[in-house]
């Protein structure tokens, strides 16, 4: 099988990580990729939004399947234009459609449909610019802490939690009549905060059956002890001691059978990942979010921890036969330990050279993310560098080879948190 894998951070050098050891994947390509996915694939330099142009290299090398890494082609209707072209047909793309995808790129569809299906959720209410000063009103009336949310897809930005009203009301009116977050925040939830502990579990569907991945946590603002600015995830652990089997049960029973169950009902037919971002309020799951592929850095400690064939379970699932599919796990701990540049998530300075990759052990997987191979040096080229993915019988010991690791890769400007797993060990 020809394999193309769609994007370039941690999370595809991962994928493409565990798909090139595969006996069923003959040529594997990432678009675009980084200096990680260069050393054990083809990097392709196609842009994500440029269908017609994936599409002729799908044709031109043969590819078979096509892994959507990132959100947006799939928000943009990737999967569509494939589906509905004749001579594109037989290509198979894991991701949603368009309409599976508005879970993730659209908060208000998703918080209907929670509430159709009654998945438990944050109550929440939707405003624009046609009753904004309803929106303010009942900023006056609603308990504190507040989030507010971006309708659309805003890069990881777009929500901000306040204890206080008039910022709040601030912001609101900057999200709807400054376009704060562009389209994005032409509408803007309301919602209730949740108090809790928070997990990522993902689900891979074919639209007929489901497998539940192993779950993960991720460790989402700059700061150590969950302070600062939001990033794109700064570290992941998995598995997570209190997603027991208990907790597992409720979140297959009360969140899992009842959104397929209403992804049927609403006669979208789903293959792909479903990321089911929950707070953990006082041992009750609850949806934060959808999202419609994997997460990034959690894709770092979920794919080394599966043992079974992962291009074969994707494959079955294209085919409609995920229920035939073999999901093993290893029961160790992985930690990943994400090293960024100085400066992220606000401005940072861009390619810088990296060195020590020989000093780290082999048992350490480096996963590149903003990454770029140049003149045979590997340069930094974004915020989020790269992931250094360990093992162990223990979270302990799974970050003692991360944080290793973390000290001998090293570039000018290097920052990373010394506390990743801190709340869970
Ligand atoms: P999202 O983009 O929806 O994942 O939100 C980003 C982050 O904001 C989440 O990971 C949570 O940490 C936080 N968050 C979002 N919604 C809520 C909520 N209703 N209550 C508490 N925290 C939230
Ligand atoms: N780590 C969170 C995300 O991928 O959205």
Request: hydrophobic content about 40%; glycine content about 10%; some cysteine.
């Amino acid at each position: 099988m020809n394999v193309l894998i769609l994007g370039s951070g941690g999370r595809e050098h991962a994928f493409a990580w565990k798909i090139a050891q595969s006996t069923l994947c003959k040529k594997l390509f990432v678009a675009t990729g980084n200096a990680g996915t260069a050393q054990i694939a083809q990097n392709v330099n196609i842009p994500l939004n440029d269908f017609p142009r994936l599409a002729q290299f799908c044709l031109d090398n043969q590819v078979d399947l096509v892994l959507v890494g990132t959100e947006t082609p799939l928000v943009d209707g990737i999967v569509d234009f494939f589906k509905t072209a004749e001579q594109l047909k037989h290509i198979h793309l894991i991701g949603p459609t368009q309409a599976g995808a508005m879970l993730e790129g659209s908060k208000d569809f998703s918080k209907t449909f929670m509430l159709k299906y009654g998945i438990p959720t944050a109550t929440a209410r939707t405003f624009d610019k046609s009753n904004l000063q309803e929106g303010l009103v009942y900023i006056d009336k609603h308990s504190l802490p507040i989030v507010l949310k971006a309708d659309g897809l805003a890069a990881g930005k777009g929500v901000i939690i306040t204890e206080d009203a008039q910022e709040a009301k601030q912001i609101l009116l900057e999200m709807i009549e400054g376009a704060k977050f562009g389209v994005a925040s032409n509408k803007v939830l309301i919602e209730n905060y949740l108090k809790g502990i928070e997990l990522s579990v993902f689900v891979l569907t074919d639209g007929i059956s489901y497998k539940i991945l192993p779950s993960a946590k991720d460790y989402k603002r700059i700061g150590e002890g969950d302070t600062g600015l939001n990033t794109g995830g700064m570290g992941a652990v998995s598995p997570i001691s209190f997603a027991d089997d208990d907790f597992m049960r409720k979140v297959e029973e009360k969140i899992i059978k009842p959104t397929l169950k209403g992804l049927k009902a609403e006669n979208i037919d789903y293959l792909g990942f479903i990321f089911i971002g929950l707070m953990n309020v006082n041992g009750e799951p609850y949806v934060i979010e959808y999202n419609v592929r994997m997460g990034d850095p959690e894709t770092e400690v979920v794919i080394p921890r599966i043992k079974s064939d992962f291009l074969e379970i994707l494959s079955l699932a294209a085919q409609k036969r995920l229920s035939e599919a073999k999901l093993e796990i290893d029961d160790r701990t992985a930690t990943t330990v994400m090293l960024v540049s100085g400066g992220y998530p606000q401005d940072f300075a861009k390619g810088k050279t990296m060195t020590g990759f020989e000093k780290i052990s082999s048992e350490v997987l480096a996963f590149h993310a903003g990454t770029l191979l140049s003149e045979g040096k590997i340069l930094t080229s974004g915020g989020r560098v790269i992931a250094l993915t360990g093992l162990g019988d223990d979270i302990e010991s799974a970050l003692e080879k991360s944080y290793k690791a973390a000290q001998f890769i090293d570039y000018e400007g290097k920052y990373y948190r010394k506390d990743i797993g801190f709340d869970v060990k």
